[in-house]
């Protein structure tokens, strides 16, 4: 209508559902090219994704540093509003077009999730072939959650980060990681450390690691997400404890300067009324990478 400003809103930036993807995995991944391998895309595609979204916000969202990437402060922001659009997006493609036929929806935490998502998926097909699998990437208590309301069928997590023991799997191996060549103030200066921000079990395990070891530590940065802490590792503020399952993330290195750690055990979880082979072959997949 003429004057009812209506034609204006309609011209309010959208943000591109699949460029979000993209962005997420760039995030879960550690770096382009993960991501793009992980998607079955060119890694140009994947930057032609983030291009896009950095026009729609009039900002950048990820920029150089030495041989690897990181997020902006914007970037960060987008994606834990990236998981939230998607989260909602997918959940109504379900509930309102139930387009999706024979599908399971795989629950993993980020840490290693490049390393179990591909595992999962050849594990899934292979007693189901022809089936289409969901993502979910969250942490391990949300996850349980999504597990026992029935929207994720199989998940994975870090056993002492959820309330539900679930079935053990594993332990998942933990090294320190940081810029190549970085090294600690000298003591008595507390070594620098970089996490996700509590709750977070991982942290725990690093603090409490180097406490024991009369190692004093302190937290100089922490993010909501794993992104976000491999970027703070990437700029040489701090150590960070990582998954050490597959190659490191872009721009970083194991750092063998500090005590080791022990692995985390780590547990799968499926939703009630599953299908007994596939959570039987999830599981297996999950045992045979930590093994």
Known sequence: MPGSGYGHRMLRPVLDIVALRSLIAIADCGGFHRAARSLALSQSAV???????????????????GRGTRFTHEGRLLVEQARRILAVHDEAVRALLD???????????????????????????EVRPGCRVRFRIDRSARLVEAVERGSVDVAVYVTEAAATEGTPVGGLPLTWHATPGWVPPAAPAPVPLVAVEDPCAIRRRAIATLAAHGVAASVVGDAGYLAGVLDLARTGQGVALLASVGSPPDGLTPYDGLPPVT????????????????VEAAFEAVRTLLR
């Not at 291009?51 to 150089?64: A, F, M, Q």
């Not at 024979?102 to 179990?116: K, L, N, R, Y």
């Not at 055990?265 to 299908?275: F, I």
Request: hydrophobic share 35%.
């Open 263 to 278: 692995p985390i055990p780590m547990s799968a979880l499926a939703r009630p009324g599953a299908d007994p082979a596939t």
């Open 99 to 125: 387009v999706d036929g024979d599908t399971v929806t795989i629950g993993s935490t980020e840490h290693a999730a490049d390393q179990f998502l591909p595992r999962l998926t050849a594990a899934v097909q």
């Open 47 to 65: 930057s032609q994704h983030v291009r896009r979204l950095e026009k729609t916000l009039g900002h950048p969202v990820v920029e150089r540093e």
